[in-house]
């Protein structure tokens, strides 16, 4: 597509088009703060080009992974400005491959935003020399989490922002008038919804001993205690998540009153879906986040650093995340379910400064865009 005089060209970075819909709900709330002020022309770069375009309608979208330094220097070249973010994506294990992308916009002369970034686990010590060298030069640097602060700063970053996650700004998107009919719930007397996570780098703090076993007796439980049917709603729907979700219904006593969403949506049609779940239990953040802009009363099982932070926000207990055997689990469940009459207005109030909290990304982004347009 030919660049209209007067556009600004951005480019995006971060984990999309891998099918997360937390990574695309970040990219989405982005893309329409980006869209409001300004002519914008946006690329994006994706690990699937194809999905990125059919699900965002963005001018463009590079297969980032595919591409040699050689192969994305002028892709970058062409920019006014290149976002790194949102998400968690500054860890040991993938640290490396986000930044090679800012180090060539460092070489070229493009202006780096960091944007609503998480960061850790981070120990690795090229990575971290790394990333004072890559992020040095950024014009502003925004956080999503305290911890992500503390991970900067040691290395000798200066000028960090907390803010929150972009996708506390997601708005619903219609769903289908038969949608849950479709999926075998529209007579369901209570739903449950429950988001599960396989462990792995992102979340080290799991122990994979009798995993399976028990989510499986927490979702018997649920079912049991409080009469319900339970949705298992993958977030990550195209691989583990599904599989995962079918894993744990194995191991149940009660399968036949579980389901695992079969349909393929949008971030904002599970937003919107969230609306139907009298109660949830989740491990995946951004179903924790989804929840709360729906002030859907929830727990939040053992999962990582990320999602105690949310919770402190929200103000919300913390879930017991060392040693967590069965009983405990249960009977943290059982406590927030008798709760969950009083949940929703906490919840609400604390959503709303995280909100405003989120605002303060596009406020300093404005201000970055408002100055490179006075320069063309």
Do not use: C
């Not at 965002?56 to 920019?79: K, S, T």
């Not at 790394?130 to 900067?152: D, F, H, Q």
């Not at 122990?207 to 009469?227: G, P, S």
């Not at 977030?235 to 009153?257: C, F, G, K, N, W």
Request: aromatic content about 8%; charged content about 25%; proline content about 5%.
């Amino acid at each position: 597509m030919e660049n209209k005089p007067g556009k600004l060209k951005i480019g995006i970075s971060g984990s999309y088009g891998g099918f997360n819909l937390g990574d695309e709900a970040i990219l989405q709330s982005i893309l329409v703060d980006l869209r409001r002020d300004f002519p914008v022309e946006v690329t994006v770069f994706s690990r699937n080009p194809e999905d990125t375009l059919q699900r965002h309608q963005v001018e463009r979208a590079v297969p980032v992974r595919e591409f040699a330094p050689g192969e994305i220097l002028p892709e970058i070249r062409r920019l006014d400005l290149f976002l790194l973010g949102g998400g968690g994506i500054l860890y040991d294990e993938e640290a490396q491959i986000y930044l090679r992308e800012v180090e060539i916009a460092n070489e070229a002369g493009v202006p780096v935003m960091v944007y609503a970034v998480g960061a850790g686990p981070l120990t690795d010590q090229y990575s971290l020399k790394l990333l004072r060298k890559a992020l040095s030069p950024a014009v502003a640097i925004t956080v999503r989490e305290k911890s992500a602060v503390k991970i900067l700063e040691e290395v000798g970053l200066r000028k960090i922002v907390v803010t929150a996650d972009p996708a506390f700004l997601l708005e619903p998107q219609l769903l289908a008038v038969d949608a849950l009919q479709k999926e075998g719930l529209a007579d369901k007397k209570r739903l449950v919804g429950m988001s599960l996570r396989e462990p792995g780098k992102a979340a080290p703090e799991i122990d994979e001993t009798n995993y399976h076993e028990l989510l499986a007796n927490a979702a018997d439980f649920i079912i049991d205690r409080f009469d319900a049917e339970v949705v298992f709603v993958p977030m990550e729907y195209r691989t583990q998540d599904v599989q995962l979700s079918h894993a744990v219904i194995a191991r149940m006593l009660s399968p036949q009153r579980a389901t695992v969403l079969k349909g393929e949506y949008s971030a904002g049609q599970i937003l919107s879906l969230m609306r139907n779940f009298e109660f949830a239990v989740g491990m995946r953040l951004h179903f924790l986040i989804f929840a709360a802009l729906q002030a859907v009363p929830f727990v939040a099982l053992p999962y990582a650093q990320k999602v105690s932070e949310l919770l402190e926000n929200l103000g919300i207990d913390l879930p017991p995340l060392k040693k967590v055997n069965s009983g405990r689990l249960l009977a943290y469940i059982d406590h927030f379910w008798d709760q969950r009459e009083i949940l929703p207005k906490r919840i609400k109030e604390n959503t709303d400064l995280m909100k405003e909290r989120s605002r303060e990304n596009y406020r300093i982004l404005y201000q970055i865009m408002a100055e490179i347009a006075g320069r063309k």
